[in-house]
């Protein structure tokens, strides 16, 4: 299976700030097929950005998916107090798909 | 509008099985394949495996295989997860989600969760 590791662990960040989350993966994602997650606690995942770079219905233009291969990242180019949440990687390439463990993004 | 509604949460004993519903508006149901995620307490999330509705066509993780059945019911548009011989680590939400499509497997909408705590 394909292993996901999500960098950094936590990320301190005030609003307004730019956020940008690592997602790296042992083998190639060989489709771009890779997306990002939003979780709030006490909430279900919320879709931010699918194949790669695919902003999902209603996700605002500050949240960007990019990168391939191996090697992806989310940014979040100006912070907003919702934003400060969990944010997930998972890959849908190679069955079983697979899920970093998680970025928390909290507020410095 | 897409909805994915489950059953309530549950306390089983070590060993015992648990059965948790996922009813799905009819476009969902009819179009589209269904997978169920856990997420332990504090944890992340983790695939357990799917099914195609329209078809009962079903993909587990093969960690799950023998403990998990996926099953689909067309008269009602619900799909149920069925877990056997719990044990305490099976403790978590689980989530139905819908996947993008039939041929991509990231997850745009999602149920409620339903909380399965299995302790004696």
């Known amino acids: 299976e394909i292993v996901l590791t999500q960098s950094p662990g936590t990320l301190s960040l005030s609003p307004g700030e730019r956020a940008t989350l690592s997602c790296k993966a042992r083998q190639s994602v060989s489709s771009s097929y890779l997306a990002w997650y939003q979780q709030k606690p006490g909430q279900a995942p919320r879709l931010l950005i699918y194949d790669t770079s695919s902003r999902a219905t209603g996700i605002p233009d500050r949240f960007s998916g990019s990168g391939s291969g191996t090697d992806f990242t989310l940014t979040i180019s100006r912070l907003e107090p919702e934003d400060f949440a969990v944010y997930y990687c998972q890959q849908y390439d190679n069955s079983p798909w697979t899920f970093g463990q998680g970025t928390k993004v909290e507020i410095k | 509008q897409v909805q994915l509604v489950q059953s309530g949460a549950e306390v089983k004993k070590p060993g015992s099985s648990v059965r948790v519903s996922c009813k799905a508006s009819?476009?969902?149901?009819?179009?589209?394949?269904i997978s169920w995620v856990r997420q332990a307490p504090g944890q992340g999330l983790e695939w357990m495996g799917g099914i195609i509705p329209m078809f009962g066509t079903t993909n587990y993780v093969q960690k799950f295989q023998g403990r998990v059945t996926i099953t689909a019911d067309k008269s009602t548009n619900t799909v149920y997860m069925d877990l056997t011989s719990l044990r305490s680590d099976d403790t978590a939400v689980y989530y139905c989600a819908r996947d993008g499509s039939l041929t991509e497997s990231f997850f745009d909408y999602w149920g409620q969760g339903t909380l399965v705590t299995v302790s004696s």
């Open positions: 009819a476009d969902t149901f009819n179009n589209y394949p």
